[in-house]
T-cell receptor, first 112, second 114 residues
């Protein structure tokens, strides 16, 4: 079956460092991946989209890569700040165009 | 823009009762999605609509769950009868109907079934 997998363990890093989160997918080839941020008690908020023909996408301190050979996307936050602490969700389209399957998310904690 | 609006924000009910969750999508969006989020299973798509028509309901767990979208500005998710295992946060999201478009999520409804 189609799976989106993220590291369920929390990632703890020091302020100013680069945080790298991993998203792996199996048993299919998504046309694109999306990354969302979710804060406690709130709904997910869209951050970035990367298409299968794009290797890398950037937005301010955020960078996403898409490696179709490794079936993996990496999400980087450079110069991380305590305000970046949240859960980050990876999502991939599956089946019909509008349908997304989400990973379980990775919680990022940035400390001073 | 008010964003996606969901009501109620919290619902506590007893097993066997009917529960109705409500969603108002962003004006102009023509796709609407209902998700359920739990610690164990993460965010799961239950059903989605394009132009008010249900397209994929394969994620609806069983016949106790039903969803409707009578018009472009309103949708409901109903659970009847509710069971303790239905306890979760239910999110509604909307988007423009394009394969690459981001989804805008509401604040969610936290449902507790005792």
């Amino acid at each position: 079956s189609q799976k989106i997998e993220q590291n369920s363990e929390a990632l703890n890093i020091q302020e100013g460092k680069t945080a790298t989160l991993t998203c792996n997918y199996t048993n299919y080839s998504p046309a694109y991946l999306q990354w969302y941020r979710q804060d406690p008690g709130r709904g997910p908020v869209f951050l970035l989209l990367i298409r299968e023909n794009e290797k890398e996408k950037r937005k301010e301190r955020l960078k996403v890569t898409f490696d179709t050979t490794l079936k993996q996307s990496l999400f980087h936050i450079t110069a991380s700040q305590p305000a970046d602490s949240a859960t980050y969700l990876c999502a991939a389209n599956t089946g019909t165009a509008s349908k997304l399957t989400f990973g379980t998310g990775t919680r990022l904690q940035v400390t001073l | 823009d008010a964003g996606v609006i969901q009501s109620p924000r919290h619902e506590v009910t007893e097993m066997g009762q009917e529960v109705t969750l409500r969603c108002k999508p962003i004006s102009g969006h023509n796709s609407l999605f209902w998700y359920r989020q739990t610690m164990m299973r993460g965010l799961e798509l239950l059903i989605y609509f394009n132009n008010n028509v249900p397209i994929d309901d394969s994620g609806m767990p069983e016949d106790r769950f039903s969803a409707k979208m009578p018009n472009a500005s309103f949708s409901t998710l109903k659970i009847q009868p509710s069971e303790p295992r239905d306890s979760a946060v239910y999110f509604c999201a909307s988007s423009l109907m394009d394969r690459y478009n981001e989804q805008f999520f509401g604040p969610g409804t936290r449902l507790t079934v005792l």
